[in-house]
Nanobody, 115 residues
């Protein structure tokens, strides 16, 4: 069965950086687009970034454009989210999403940006 496991979250000070990872299994990872979403406390789920199968096309939410970078290593079945210049408003649970025959989600990893 399809599984997505995120890691890399934690507590970071404003202006700091984190790199999230999401390892996929149970499907041919390199054949499917992958995305990151986030949900802040009391708010709705929000799109963050998406990359295509070959990583040639990446799209970002305006709120993270220029600060976050999505990438993938298909040989490792892993998608990454490099987050730089973090702000308190980036605090959220971050989820990866796989677009297979249907949409699959990971369990999420918590990111807290606070001094």
């Amino acid at each position: 069965q399809v599984q997505l496991v995120e890691s890399g979250g934690g507590l970071v000070q404003p202006g700091g950086s984190l790199r999230l990872s999401c390892v996929g299994s149970g499907f041919i990872f390199g054949n499917h687009p992958m995305s990151w979403y986030r949900q802040a406390p009391g708010k709705e789920l929000e799109f963050v970034a998406r990359t295509t199968e070959s990583d040639l096309w990446r799209t970002y939410a305006p709120s993270v454009q220029g600060r976050f970078t999505i990438s993938r290593d298909n040989a490792k079945n892993t998608v990454y989210l490099q987050m730089n210049s973090l702000k308190p408003e980036d605090t959220a649970v971050y989820y990866c999403k796989a677009e297979v025959e249907k949409v699959y989600w990971g369990q999420g990893t918590h990111v807290t940006v606070s001094s």
